[in-house]
């Protein structure tokens, strides 16, 4: 076996055993689900007078965001599989369907909230 085979095969093994052993648990998918709520509930501004009850809402998340999310998170179904060197996210909530994958200790999901 070549220098640079070896070189490639310890790369490829390496690589394996960060994405393992950095992958998000469980716990780690629920708290960056939390964190991109949280941050696209302090993003968004009231529309005005057109729509007073989501505005009267949204003022309401804004002062207390935790327990925004905790309303806004029982309407969602996150669920979680370990496919050894990463995970599959499937987030379902109102009017929205995502798959997300963690791996690396992060989250990636195209198109989050944006539907």
Known sequence: MSSSVTLLFLGAVGLAVAAFATKPSKGDIEDKVKDLVV???????PV?????VGDLALLGCKLDVDQCYDLVRQTMSIKYTDDILYADVKITAPGSKLNCI????????PGFMNK
């Open 48 to 52: 005005g007078s057109d729509n007073l």
């Open 39 to 45: 941050a696209q509930i302090q993003d968004k501004t």
């Open 102 to 109: 963690g791996v690396f200790a992060q989250m990636y999901c």
